[in-house]
């Protein structure tokens, strides 16, 4: 049994846009369109499946009181038959056809356990529960459908029932977090946004009426070809005019800009009540206008505008703060609407990071009998010779890490990291220095200030070594490096800010990834999943399995590429892990100490897939290349490359 939650969605912005964009494949001149689309707090909860039928029930108060639990065969025609019927469960009943027409499956059991999202509210209830359905078959049957796959067959699940759903709608399948989606013509994509200060957003089902239907049909007469001039202000609002809206409303998101974001709130209503609104009868709303321009609501607001295809539907509003917040809901449900709390908090941007350095090197012997590896030279392109541990050191600090915990394997490793990160050159070195490296070295000690230290006194492993940082973390993400690999960014952002990045659009563990060719796939830990992106560089990792036979990841961990062929990835050697694997960890250890298996090793990888299949996994192809120095073969070959320049 699985446990689902698909979220309602709410657009923030950029509302018809999807279907306006659409049209593009009739006439180029049309604009694509553009929205930021968020999941929302409240949703579907659900328990699934495998089943020889197709059946959903529900324990759903907001359910059961309208629409009866039914099961039908899995059979095609049938359920495209309860698809045209009408009703809640139709939605269902059109994706399980399309997932049976396409996919061969067989059927699942669906239980609605809760239902927290109002229906009719302009929130794709109807959305949510195709969305659902999608996922179920996928999980249930293995199918390795991304995130967009699911969204792609929730919408044309939907269009085999009598709703006609925009392209928007199914973003309730990338969770409680705000994406912005582009239309052009029948591509759709979908970008999380960053968020930096906290949003307090409030939004309220008017209970009052409107004909979405009759919206719809007046607004698509003017496409795809405006024939006069309120036609042309339509595509116009719908088009490019929106296109700046929305993009302003990225930047005020990303910059913490609240105020603006709410004052543009406001724009955007009045361009839609401008040129969108003559359009059609059915979008008069004299109680979303009276509730927009309730002067008791103005002191806890920046701004507000109607969501959805607009009317007396649903409205939002941006609180100025968390009080406000409270005091706009309790007033208008006071007032007899139905009003919910939406607040978009910032990712935490990781800060700490954590390099296991505790290994005695035993591959790099004899050198390594005084010098531990992680202080062996290295010839930089800019000329300077560094130690191992000062270039990564400084791709963390250029990645804006604040804090960093070397794992050590004995308290007396210690002086040689203060002797070099914290104890200054004696006057005489320093003036045998040039200004430069005067400069210079003032910046490795500022490095120094930015060190702390923990010991992994018994060799239990690498998840061991890492877990002995936990304290050091404090319950935030954290990134980690190996103490035996160095990285070389290809852009101009360092290869730890790239995978930092990406862990602030999903805020899920990752790790960072590299093609390795499958003759050498033996030598590697491989993880198998689907593409996210078009770019094919973020992987939502399904499968993970150390060190396979050539014959067994042909068979079962190919990554299925643009170019139609199957490619292998390996860890490229940096991490971002979540506080759930401190925990797994945590877990682990005390399982073997429990049966005394004291020299079993805690290892990191094992703590990573249990956390991948409670929580999910990332895996990020950095725009760079990665050079190992645990060996003599490795070492010299990291020497020979690392000094050249990147073209």
């Not at 009045?270 to 008069?284: H, I, W, Y």
């Not at 296991?356 to 591959?363: K, L, N, Q, S, W």
Request: hydrophobic content about 40%; charged content about 25%.
């Amino acid at each position: 049994m699985i446990k689902l939650f698909v979220p309602g969605r709410l657009c923030l912005f950029g509302e018809h846009s999807d279907w306006a964009g659409h049209y593009r494949t009739m006439n180029a001149d049309i604009d694509s369109g553009a929205a930021i689309v968020t999941g929302i707090e409240q949703g579907i909860y659900a328990e699934v499946e495998k089943s020889s039928m197709f059946e959903v029930h529900s324990d759903a108060s907001e359910i059961v009181d309208m629409w009866r639990d039914f099961s039908c065969k899995m059979d095609e025609a049938e359920l495209k038959r309860v698809a045209k019927s009408g009703g809640f469960f139709c939605y269902c009943a059109g994706v399980a056809s399309y997932m049976l027409e396409w996919y061969k499956v067989g059927g699942v059991n669906i239980r609605i356990t809760d239902m927290t999202l109002p229906m009719k509210s302009g929130l794709s209830s109807s959305a949510a529960i195709c969305v659902l359905v999608a996922r179920a078959f996928n999980l249930l049957y293995n199918l390795n459908l991304n995130t967009m796959g699911e969204m792609n067959i929730a919408y044309v699940g939907e269009l085999r029932t009598q709703s006609r759903c925009g392209r928007l709608d199914q973003a309730c399948a990338f969770g409680v977090k705000p994406n912005l989606m582009t239309f052009d013509g029948d591509e759709t994509e979908v970008c999380t946004l960053n968020v930096k200060t906290p949003l307090y957003w409030v939004f309220a089902d008017l209970c009052a009426e409107k004909d979405t239907i009759q919206i719809l049909r007046d607004l698509n007469k003017a496409y795809p070809f405006a024939i006069d001039e309120k036609e042309k202000k339509l595509q116009e609002a719908l088009g490019f005019k929106n296109q700046k809206i929305v993009e302003r409303a990225v930047q005020y998101m990303a910059n913490g800009q609240v105020e603006e974001l709410g004052k543009l709130m406001t724009e955007a209503e009045e361009l839609f009540n401008r040129q969108v609104v003559p359009m059609s009868s059915a979008l008069a709303a004299p109680k979303l206008y009276k509730t927009l321009h309730d002067p008791q609501i103005q002191q806890w607001i920046y701004g507000g505008k109607g969501v959805g295809s607009h009317g007396d539907g649903s409205v939002q509003f941006l609180a100025r703060n968390q009080e406000s917040q409270e005091n706009l809901v309790n007033y208008l449900n006071g007032k007899g609407l139905k009003a919910y709390k939406l607040t978009l908090n910032p990712v935490h941007t990781v800060r700490k990071a954590i390099i296991p350095v505790a290994g005695f090197g035993t591959r790099l012997y004899p050198a390594t009998r005084t010098l531990k590896k992680d202080f062996f030279p290295i010839l930089c392109p800019d000329g300077r010779v560094r130690p191992v541990i000062l270039i990564l050191l400084e791709e963390l600090v250029k990645s804006g890490i604040e804090d960093i915990c070397l794992v050590l394997g004995s308290e007396e490793e210690r002086k040689q990291y203060e002797d070099f990160f914290e104890k200054p050159l004696s006057d005489e070195h320093l003036q045998k220095l040039n200004t430069v490296n005067q400069e210079y070295e003032s910046h490795i000690l500022e490095i120094g200030k930015r060190l702390h230290f923990v010991y992994q006194k018994e060799k239990r492993g690498f998840g061991h070594a890492v877990y002995q940082a936990f304290e050091f973390t404090h319950n935030e993400p954290v990134l980690l490096l190996l103490g035996d690999t160095l990285y070389r960014s290809l852009s101009n952002k360092p290869c730890a800010l790239q995978l930092i990045e990406k862990y602030e659009q999903y805020n899920q563990l990752m790790v960072s990834i590299h093609e390795v060719p499958i003759e050498k796939v033996h030598h590697y830990g491989i993880l198998s999943g689907h593409w996210e992106d078009k770019g094919e560089s973020v992987l939502t990792v399904k499968t993970m399995r150390e060190k396979p036979t050539a014959n067994y990841a042909m068979e079962n961990l190919g990554v299925l590429n643009k170019d139609g062929k199957n490619h292998y990835y390996s860890v490229f050697g940096q991490y971002i892990l979540t506080p759930d694997v401190f925990h797994q960890l945590e877990a682990d250890i005390k399982k073997a100490d429990a049966a005394g298996d004291l020299l079993r090793e805690i290892e990191l990888t094992t703590a990573l897939d249990r956390v991948r299949k409670e929580s999910g996994m990332i895996g990020v192809r950095l725009r760079g290349n990665m050079y190992d120095m645990g060996n003599p073969l490795a070492l010299r070959q990291t020497i020979m490359e690392y000094s050249e320049p990147v073209l």
